[in-house]
């Protein structure tokens, strides 16, 4: 058990970075009961559709459930926030799409892993990172062989089956991470570098030159001077089908109808506050009071004068015990401050501790057994940091003996924090933590000063149920009366309401800035058309925490080539463009005509001529210029003293001559050749990944479901 315990402890960091796996409970409960006649058609319950294959929701469900258990028998955590479990969702769709595009691939090529090969990665000499983490002594660095046999013996002697579960999850992940390197490596052997093309890559590293230009920027061509026919928009949509590649997305306008306090709401919070004034002023336990009355935990610290709020420090440091001030309104809460207790005590003090931490089949009477034995050792003269090095958990501690140095009250966590204050300088103490249970001995404490503690009760003012009954009746007879687009956007203007827009949402988002868990929204917005107003269950008004949300689709978006009226006007802005360096061009031409130079071509166009120098095939940018690919290709390519043809770059119109050409020394073509391979075998991995994603026609239907 010693061992399962250690993989216990690592196999929480082991999970989330090493195999990066999922964990989500999603019951549908009678959803999905029920026989052949049930709720839905079976092609209802896929989930995805990856390399022709059907996913059923199902069978991913069943996945989720397996490694559910197999993350509580690994890290103990019995929930997950949100964020969590949003996050282990993406990673848990990325191993299936891994798994369902590589699948064919590994079975086409003959790839496999054998069971000596699996044996090697766990008892052999390559054993698996996976394995290494797991059963490695932290102590000395070294795998623990005896570990990893006698948990390989007795898994399957675990009652609950999880023991097994755990190792035959374990073993799929190096077997999936092994065929992934297998089949990485091949891809990586079969790229090459020839010399031509190293040579090629030094040529372009090596040549430098130097050239001077005459630019315009094409934004100085007004408007008036070019003609755009649809003709030409036509053209340009058809000549640049990539640009307009859209995922679907939906846009939507909304209005909100916040619940907030109400004045009513105020004036009930500031009389409670009132009324409990004379209890809260004659209670002897402030912390049992405010742990049943207050919206605010009790703060067990003592504070020096300036480390209490600003408000506050004047009123009460100097103050008598039981002092009461307000109530008074602060971060939308009524407060009442009470002084407590009032205390000499050290800034700081310096301790020493042996931390015991249960093993499994220990009992909490033990372990307090155990430290009682070490605490009478020490008080016997027992050598506090051998007692330290055989017992602690605190490896980082032991290294000094147990010592833990200097620290404040603030610095450690509250009992072990309030017992090393509070005792005395050599005496040694036992308090439990959720860290396990401390044997503590002050050695040394600063020296006394005043502080107090406060005791702070409040209530939060908050929206009461009339409130929230009467917003609500708001955004009723909003929705009521405003069933189309055109009453939605003019009953906004008449009412002086603000319009909100949530734009490019996809199916499968999980927030909308400012909308608390909006996912029933975002799920209706893809049953929505066009223009028409967003409900779920025929209701138009979403509870979004403390917010009623009303909203309309007003732009659709569907997966792949965007429709011509959708991108009209991004369009004519590329037309334009496209056209004014078309006229710039003409008027350089005409230009050269006349006087083929530079200078005479900068008089013209009241401008003059730049200069850049060392410019090579892989300069980014060249000055004056800023990133204009076009204009370094041209000057690294013509020859010395030709005057290039105007060239449309990206923003500019430009001409060029190169006045000198030099060539580095770099003439070793081997070392190129392995930069070159490297850089391919650098991005071979993922590209190559990312082009069977590609050709897989993978279609998500999660949206369906979470």
Do not use: C
């Amino acid at each position: 058990m010693a061992t399962l315990e250690k993989i216990r402890n690592r196999a929480g960091a082991l999970v989330a970075v090493v195999i990066g796996m999922a964990l989500l409970a999603f019951i549908l409960g009678d959803f999905l009961s029920g026989s052949g006649g049930g709720l839905f058609s079976e092609s209802q319950y896929e989930i995805a559709e990856i390399s022709g294959k059907s996913i059923a929701y199902q069978k991913y469900q069943k996945e989720l459930n397996n490694i559910i258990e197999i993350n509580k028998f690994s890290t103990g955590q019995t929930t997950l926030d949100e964020a969590s479990v949003q996050r282990i969702q993406a990673q848990t769709w990325n191993q299936l799409v891994r798994e369902y595009v590589l699948e064919d691939e590994y079975n086409e090529i003959g790839l496999d892993i054998s069971s000596q090969e699996l044996w090697d990665m766990v008892q052999g000499e390559n054993i698996h990172p996976i394995i290494q983490n797991l059963f490695t002594n932290p102590e000395t660095g070294e795998l623990n062989t005896m570990a990893v046999i006698r948990f390989l013996k007795t898994y399957d002697q675990d009652p609950t089956g999880q023991q097994k579960a755990y190792w035959l999850f374990i073993e799929d992940q190096m077997i999936q991470e092994r065929m992934f390197a297998k089949y990485s490596y091949l891809i990586n052997k079969g790229l090459y570098s020839t010399k031509t093309e190293a040579q090629n890559e030094l040529d372009n590293i090596n040549k430098k030159v130097d050239f001077e230009f005459v630019i315009q920027n094409i934004n100085t061509i007004p408007d008036s001077l070019i003609t755009i026919k649809n003709s030409d928009l036509k053209k340009y949509y058809d000549n640049h089908q990539n640009e307009f590649k859209q995922e679907a997305s939906r846009n939507i306008e909304y209005i909100t109808f916040d619940v907030v306090p109400s004045e009513a709401d105020k004036n009930t919070t500031e009389e409670w506050i009132n009324n409990i004034r004379e209890n809260f002023a004659n209670t002897e336990n402030d912390k049992e009071f405010i742990s049943l009355n207050s919206d605010f935990s009790f703060d067990n610290n003592y504070y020096k004068k300036d480390e209490l709020p600003e408000g506050l420090r004047d009123i009460m440091f100097d103050a008598e015990e039981g002092f009461m001030h307000g109530p008074y309104f602060e971060n939308e809460a009524f407060l009442l401050a009470k002084l407590s207790e009032t205390k000499y005590l050290p800034d700081s003090v310096k301790a020493k501790h042996i931390l015991l931490q249960p093993t499994q089949n220990q009992s909490s009477s033990q372990i307090f057994a155990i430290a009682d034995s070490i605490k009478n050792l020490l008080e016997n003269g027992a050598n506090f940091a051998l007692l330290s090095a055989q017992f602690s958990a605190d490896k980082a501690a032991n290294e000094k003996g147990g010592d833990l140095g200097w620290f404040r009250a603030n610095q450690m966590v509250s009992p072990f924090s309030d017992t090393a204050f509070m005792a005395k300088v050599g005496e040694y103490k036992l308090v439990a933590t959720q860290y396990g249970l401390h044997i503590v001995q002050v050695t040394n404490k600063a020296k006394d000063e005043k502080k107090v503690k406060l005791a702070i009760l409040g209530q939060k003012l908050e929206p009461s149920s009339e409130t929230y009954q009467q917003t609500y009746a708001q955004a009723s007879k909003f929705a009521g009366n405003n069933h189309t687009y055109e009453e939605f956007l003019q009953a906004i203007e008449d009412e002086g309401l603000t319009k909100k827009i949530a734009a490019n949402i996809n199916e499968a988002d999980q927030q909308l800035a400012g909308l608390k868990n909006p996912r029933e929204l975002i799920r209706s917005v893809y049953d929505t058309d066009k223009y028409d107003i967003i409900k779920s269950q025929n209701n138009p008004i979403f509870t979004l925490g403390d917010r009623y949300v009303i909203g309309f689709v007003n732009e659709v978006k569907e997966d792949g080539i965007a429709p011509f009226e959708q991108v009209k006007a991004q369009i004519t802005v590329q037309t334009k463009k496209q056209k004014k360096a078309e006229y710039l061009a003409e008027k350089f031409n005409e230009a050269l005509q006349e006087n083929n130079d530079l200078e005479s071509l900068a008089t013209k166009f009241n401008t003059v001529v730049h200069e850049a120098n060392d410019i090579s095939f892989r300069s980014y940018s060249v000055p004056n210029a800023g990133i204009e690919p076009k204009l370094v290709a041209v000057a690294t390519s013509i020859k010395v003293d030709q005057i290039s043809m105007p060239v449309k770059g990206d923003n500019i119109v430009f001409v060029l001559k190169v006045n000198s050409v030099s060539m580095e020394e770099n003439t070793n073509i081997k070392l190129q050749q392995m930069q070159t391979m490297t850089q391919f075998q650098n991005r071979a991995n993922y590209e190559a990944f990312e082009a069977l994603k590609e050709t897989a026609n993978i279609i998500d239907k999660r949206a369906k479901f979470y």
